[in-house]
C-alpha cells in the first residue's frame, strides 16, 4: 500500500504512494492527504510541501538545496494540520524552527521570516540567518559566502527577536 512510511513524532508518519506524499495519523488515517510531489518536514501540524516549477534561468540555487530536474525547480509551501496551504508555493528554502517561526528563502540568497500561520513576521533581507530558538534568531546583513553555506563569515550579524521587527536588539 505505501512505497514510503518514516515517523515524524507527534504521532505521525511520512507516506508515499503512487500519488505522491501525505502524513498518516497514529490510526492510519490520511491527515494530509497523498498529493504531494515531496513533503520535507512535518513539525507541530505544519508541513513543507514542494510542488514543482518551471525554473527560472536567473535560479541560481545552492548545491544543497533539494534539486529535482535541470528545467524544474521544487518550490516549497506550508500547510497546516488539515492540509489547507498556509504560506503559498514562494519559496526554494523553508524551514520550520522549534518555536514555530519558519525561515524562508525565495531565491536562496536573501532570508525572512514567516510566523506559525504563514504571515510574514520579518521580511526578507537577511543574506544569513539561522532558525528560531528560545524566541532568538541569528542573522546578518552585508556578507556574502566564501565557498559555501558553512564558510559565511563576512557582514554584520545580530540577535533578532520576533517582536522586534527591524531585526536588531
Not at 533581507?125 to 532558525?131: K, L
Amino acid at each position: 500500500r505505501f512505497d514510503e512510511l518514516i515517523p515524524q513524532g507527534e504521532n505521525a508518519w511520512l507516506a508515499k504512494t503512487a500519488n505522491g506524499y501525505g502524513i498518516l495519523n497514529a490510526k492510519g488515517e490520511w491527515v494530509i492527504t497523498d498529493k504531494y510531489r515531496k513533503i520535507m518536514q512535518f513539525r507541530n501540524g505544519h508541513a513543507v510541501v514542494a510542488r514543482l516549477a518551471v525554473r527560472d534561468k536567473q535560479d541560481r540555487r545552492r548545491s544543497y538545496d533539494y534539486k529535482s530536474d535541470n528545467d524544474s525547480i521544487l518550490k516549497l509551501g506550508v500547510t497546516d494540520k488539515n492540509g489547507n496551504l498556509i504560506a503559498d508555493y514562494n519559496w526554494v528554502e523553508l524551514i520550520i524552527g522549534p518555536d514555530d517561526i519558519m525561515l524562508v528563502s525565495a531565491d536562496g540568497k536573501s532570508y525572512g521570516y514567516l510566523d506559525a500561520q504563514g504571515k510574514e513576521l520579518l521580511p526578507v533581507q537577511y543574506d544569513f540567518a539561522s532558525v528560531f530558538r528560545e524566541q532568538r534568531a541569528v542573522v546578518s546583513t552585508g556578507g556574502s559566502l566564501a565557498k559555501g553555506y558553512n564558510d559565511f563569515i563576512y557582514g554584520s550579524y545580530g540577535i533578532t527577536d520576533r517582536l522586534n521587527s527591524n531585526g536588531y536588539t
